[in-house]
């Protein structure tokens, strides 16, 4: 039985501390937990990590094969889910990150299991393994258990968490490691615009030195499909522009994340106030909203003028509706254009 601060680590699971239920286990210091970690592995271990793979979860997972190199036999990265975005398509791609589709693999063959950035409960295909390690910074829920628990519900990052496991083994991490690392940390936290703790602030400043940032700009720039080109095309014929507002209705779209980024684009233009860019997908109306967000709400804009018709909300500064076409009247329906996006939402802007 392994034992954790001479604690038996079958016992007391997860405990609530200030309405925030976490495990005991980020109490203790970097090393307790890394010695925690590694107590649970020897030389003939087959280890499967599991991650839901997005750049946090997938750097960590790296990181938790280097921490585990020389002491197991083999560590295999599993995933689920299909990578759709394209960032992080480039991430894996340029990092050579060797990572491999969950039904690819048979999870029986592994003697350990771990899970990053996510819980058991999260997925169905998770639930059904009993994990050994479970490390996350999601809030958690307690309907599961693991022999070593560590979730820090406040960090920004799991990436920031796995630096903090690194440094405490002496590891320095090479430069593709420190790079996903310091680009999960960067994606997670929104560049530190959403919460995170000063501890994240800590592991990028450590990182910063190691990363190669010119492959970060990469990744981060890498969001468009070639084919995704003729829309922008598109737009630039259709976008309307009255009373600092432009609209451009693009008509079918072989995704709403097109509808997205022609939105964004639109919004770096001065004197917008406001961009709505809608497009036909699955038989709704999609349309997107943005704006500066200051004294102009694009969420209540967007429930003021959609949501009779379908789902419609969002924040200050961006806002979306989805719209079945047969909730518009049938006019138009069969011939929405620029200009009835425009006569839609005009009846509603009225400053
Ligand atoms: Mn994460």
Same mark, same amino acid.
């Given at each position: ?121 999260? *997925? ?125 209705? *693009? ?101």
């Amino acid at each position: 039985m392994a034992f954790f601060l001479g604690i038996p680590l079958r016992l007391n699971r997860l405990e609530k501390i200030d309405d925030v239920i976490t495990r005991s286990a980020s109490r203790n210091s970097a090393k307790d937990r890394l010695n925690g970690f590694w107590n649970l592995f020897d030389k003939e271990d087959e280890v499967l990590i599991l991650i839901n793979a997005d750049p946090d979860a997938i750097a960590s997972a790296m990181a938790a094969k280097r921490l585990l190199s020389y002491r197991v036999k083999n560590v295999t990265i599993g995933y689920p889910n299909e990578i759709h975005r394209l960032n992080n398509i480039e991430m894996v791609k340029r990092l050579k990150i060797p990572i491999e589709r969950l039904h690819t693999i048979k999870s029986k063959d592994f003697d350990k299991y771990i899970l990053l950035d996510s819980q058991p409960s999260h *997925l169905p295909c998770f639930e059904k393994i009993d994990f050994h390690v479970v490390i996350d910074h999601h809030p958690v829920n307690d309907s599961w258990d693991a022999e070593f628990i560590d979730i820090r519900p406040e960090y920004g990052a799991v990436s920031s968490m796995m630096v903090e496991y690194l440094r405490a083994a002496n590891i320095v991490p090479s430069v593709a490691l420190a790079t996903a690392l310091f680009y999960g940390i960067k994606v997670d936290t929104q560049d530190f615009e959403k919460s995170s703790l000063l501890a994240d602030g800590i592991s990028f400043r450590y990182l910063f030195n190691i990363a190669n940032r010119n492959l970060v700009r990469k990744f981060e720039l890498t969001d468009l499909r070639r084919s995704e080109l003729k829309y922008f095309k598109v737009a630039l014929n259709e976008v309307k522009v009255s009373k600092g507002r432009a609209y451009a209705h *693009l008509g079918r779209v072989p995704s709403p994340d097109t509808l997205v980024i022609i939105a964004d684009f639109l919004n770096h233009v001065d004197k917008f106030d406001w961009v709505l860019v809608s497009g036909l997908f699955n038989e709704k109306l999609i349309v997107i909203f943005r704006c500066d967000g200051y004294r102009k709400h694009a969420g209540k804009l967007a429930e003021k003028t959609f949501g009779k018709y379908g789902s419609a909300g969002g924040h200050k500064e961006a806002a979306r509706a989805e719209v079945p076409l047969k909730n518009l009247s049938l006019r138009e329906n069969q011939e929405f254009s620029t200009a009835s996006l425009m006569r839609l939402a005009t009846v509603h802007m009225t400053k």
